[in-house]
């Protein structure tokens, strides 16, 4: 018999996919460069040169098998030693390779760090707006992903009802900063209380409550702001990161797991990731890439057009009217919209080509989500739309 | 708190990776060329350059976001194309793209097969002789992998045993032909039995029992020797393949889910190996290696090196007067050991620098492994080693 529960979830359509497929088809209809989609968080800058140049490179000068050959379960020595180095240069931390993990991507990344840490019935909590993927991802595991209502002053923490919500059975927090979907990153405050918190909370209950962070937007950081480093907040960090932002090669499949080296339980910890891959299939992730990124740790694609477009938008937006915490990274934005209800508000956006996502996906309703990951050109074009889509529903009230 | 059950994984040594360890140690003493190292079935004929120069050729040509960019959950809707009319030609079954999940290698395509059709509790068999980590994967999903003990006359399937075993339970049975480790082929009677007996146990206990089909080496079969399609025996049928070993790319991790288009669920199966992606960090196989398979997947590496070393090991082995089943395809054969137990026959063997792998390990003890994808010339060099060892420890009894 067919297992019931992925039955089931074919019949839940996702809303973001739904938009898009809507975009796809109007673009048919119009032309897709008077769609303005701003639905995906797909990467629309090229490739670093560099990275191209070295996977023609391999593929010229190596011995096929050497480059194409099984990796080791924990990744290549070499990549991870690579990683490590570069992650202590720049964070000052005391990474050695035994502390990573190479992983397929951040999803790959996160399946291993959820399996690390919980059992079956033992809950995750994760703070809105949020990635909704989180859902799936932790739920399927069997563990319990519980979100914390959004602080919408600022969408930092809303540590009250965090605290509420951090009971015994909790046995990670999750976070995303940069983060999808608010652009917001979380202040030195954030990471010092939330750590504090943690601390606190893990000797209260007797065992260790791991922070859990996501960072695929780590290198989206726009001028002026300051993004810390989560590890060095807080000991029992297991960061999660993929390429696929800052290098643009979202298909590739290829990020790691950073166990803090001050964790006690680091080499442990980055062994088990091994032992968890066998039972979800993974492996290593593709060697040819893995050996690419390393040669390219320390570049990204030129990441310069998406503040570029938040500048434009996040202007229009506040010039509207809007409600709006401004982005400190990512490629996106998530402003309060003119009605309570943000699906509505978002249908009516559609009729001026308008593709924006309604918050309720994100945990947070009556916010959307604007993914600016599209030309500068388009967005110009798209602010006219977005001013008469404004003033023809909301300024005659 | 660390997850136990990962944790208490940490302290066994898998016997093959500890004698190919040896081998590397003793490698570093006597040179590598010295140490005749049949441990591990790792691919050693180069990657066809059709493959290496389509990698070129996108690297340079394509656009990089489109080269880069997301794969839809379920693959690269041309590659799946591609891949179907490939099945369609080859094997005569009406296969289109519906019925296509692309994954990564075979070991993410059985952990997407075994999740269709298993929940906790239900029981998965195989037959021995098989491939050891079938073990952690099956096992680590909550289902139960039991093992129909070997046919030793032939390695086929031992069907008492298997009608004994396949109880209510059984929600599928796993089957990997040609075979790691015996090398065998099963015959299109033994495929025939098997489906036979699934049918009218499927009527018996009113749930279907599916089919898992596991076809790495399908492309690594001898000369003469007949290897049916075992789909079309069986339509609830669920073939799980890899690239790794036809294009010598285990690295590249690239495989795919491809069910049987007459099992009546298929369409909803592959829909539903996109939910089960979700739940185990896998999104999609790296975009560059899918694009690439799909413009040589008529093509091979120069495989016959394989039968070469077949033949000049099978002849040597019954020279010296092994119980050996004659290997249909793989890489691998797996004699009969020369005292009962094999563990010390493979522990004397290994003062000959001849690094073998005892059967235990693959449920059949009393045999050994050896996987022959090394050179040929090491192959004949490795023959007189072989009587040497045979002659000091068993002729003068």
Redesign the interface.
């Known amino acids: ?3 019931q529960k ?2 089931n ?2 019949s839940g359509k996702s809303v973001i996919r739904e938009l898009s497929e809507f975009a796809t088809a109007r673009g048919q209809e119009i032309g897709y460069e008077n769609v303005f989609d701003y639905s995906l968080g ?3 800058v ?2 670093p040169q560099e990275f ?1 140049d070295a ?2 490179q391999m ?2 000068e190596m ?3 050497a ?5 080791p379960s924990l990744g290549i020595t070499s990549v991870r030693e690579a990683v490590a180095a570069s992650l202590e240069q720049r964070f000052g931390l005391p990474y050695r390779k035994e502390h990573i993990f190479m ?3 951040a ?6 760090a959820f ?5 079956p019935g033992d809950e995750i909590l994760t703070f809105a707006p949020y990635f909704p ?1 989180y859902g ?2 932790v ?3 069997g563990a319990v992903l519980k979100v914390v209502p959004p602080d919408t002053d600022n969408f930092q923490i809303h540590f009250e009802k965090f605290e509420e919500m951090l009971t015994e059975k909790v ?1 990670a927090v999750l976070i995303n900063t940069p983060n999808n979907p608010s652009g917001v990153v979380y202040s030195a405050e954030t990471l010092q209380r939330l750590a504090d918190t943690l601390r606190r909370k893990s000797q209260e209950y007797g ?2 409550i791991y922070l859990i962070s996501d960072e695929p937007y780590r290198e989206i950081v726009f001028e002026g702001v300051d993004a810390p480093c989560v590890s060095a907040f807080y000991d029992d960090t297991v960061m999660c990161y993929s390429f696929s932002k800052s290098l ?7 990020g790691y797991v950073a166990v803090n080296p001050n964790c006690k ?1 680091a080499e ?2 980055v ?2 990731c091994g ?2 891959s ?12 893995q050996l690419a990124v390393a040669k390219v740790l320390d570049k990204t694609a030129d990441l310069g057009v998406y503040e570029t477009n938040m500048k434009l938008i996040y202007k229009e937006l506040t010039d509207l009217g809007f409600t709006c915490v401004k982005p400190g990274g990512t490629f996106y934005i998530f402003p309060k919209a003119l009605e309570e209800d943000a699906k509505e508000f978002c249908r009516k956006a559609l009729q001026y080509d308008l593709v924006l996502v309604p918050g309720d996906t994100f945990g947070a309703p009556g916010y959307f989500r604007m993914a600016y990951c599209i030309d500068t050109e388009k967005v110009e074009r798209s602010l006219a739309a977005l001013r008469r889509f404004v003033k023809e529903n909301y300024y005659s009230e």
């Open positions: 018999m067919l297992v992925y039955k979830m074919l797909n990467p629309s090229p490739v191209t996977c023609i593929l010229s011995g096929t098998n480059l194409h050959g099984y990796s992983a397929v991507g999803a790959g990344a996160l399946a291993h399996r690390l840490v919980t059992e993927e799936p991802y739920n399927l595991t046995m065992h260790t643009s090669i979202p298909g590739e499949r290829i339980d442990t910890m062994n088990m032992q968890i066998r039972g979800i299939g993974h492996n290593c992730p593709p060697s040819m890439i």
